[in-house]
């Protein structure tokens, strides 16, 4: 179990700095910083001295070493834009970015796999065909859409949810969070809802696909002639048994929640990374955009790492396999 382990975390560290090549060198053929920092009536002095300021007039390969050498000390590089450390800019909107991915995939869950999972049980009731038409609508509709209508009926004409910001916040843990007060909760609503649509469909989808795959099988028909209760035969055997590629999906949908909320953010104005990403790329804040992306890339490791001890609770196949590793 340790050798396993150990293997997927050198598999992650490698990952991570094949990211760090791809990502540095992609921002860094992207425009011209100092054509947007500097103003067009600039001398020539003025301009090689902000160049030389920033190290942008050393070869790639040279900036890319000082920056690897930074990223092993903690330091991402410092922003163009608001004179602080990158890493301390995107630190400081993390918090609202997770909050609102918590809260999307939280729905999801709690909404998604309940209506899979009676979907599944009775795919020719009414309701459940109700439900696999909805999903539908949750796949095809655009996220900027939905968010502007649900802006239009529970903002501007039914006025029961504020339109944008986060509202009232709290400090937990030297960070501030809004899902700890009614107000914070209140303008968290909207923006949750609709990044939580499209992952509603998919794990209801999802769900629905693993119970009419798993109820035919032997174990299944054994378990009730066993006498067991239905709602135990539902919850321990059937569930338990599609829980592993719905766990894989809710990870995978839950970095894509964090790395691609950026419309969501920008529609309802929520002050999370995804909108300081827009703003960077607008003014090419390229220390914002590198640490950002090297943010994005170390959640997406730590959650496949998450899921792959996952795997190894859910399935005694997967436990034993790592077990004859170690």
Known sequence: MISWFGSRLIQALLVMLAMTVIVFIGVNVVGDPVAILIPPDATAAERLRVVQAFGLDRPLWEQYFSFLNGVL???????????????????????????????????????????????????????????????????????????????????????WLPASGRGETVELFGMRWSFLTLDGLSHLALPALNLALFKIALVMRLVRAGVREVLPQDYIRYARARGLREGRVIWVHVLKNILIPVVTIIGLEFGSVIAFSIVTETIFAWPGMGKLIIDSINVLDRPVMVAYLMMIVVIFVVINLLVDLAYTLLDPRVRLAARGKS
């Open 73 to 159: 000390h903690g330091d991402l590089g410092r922003s163009y834009v608001y004179n602080q450390p990158a890493l301390q800019v995107i630190l400081q909107r993390l918090p609202a970015t997770m909050e609102l991915a918590a809260s999307a995939m939280l729905v999801a869950i709690v909404i998604g796999i309940p209506l899979g999972l009676y979907a599944g049980l009775r795919p020719d009731s009414p309701l459940a065909k109700l439900f696999m038409a909805g999903s539908v609508l949750g796949f095809s509709l655009p996220t900027f859409w939905v968010g502007l209508m649900l802006i239009m009926i529970f903002s501007v004409n039914l006025g």
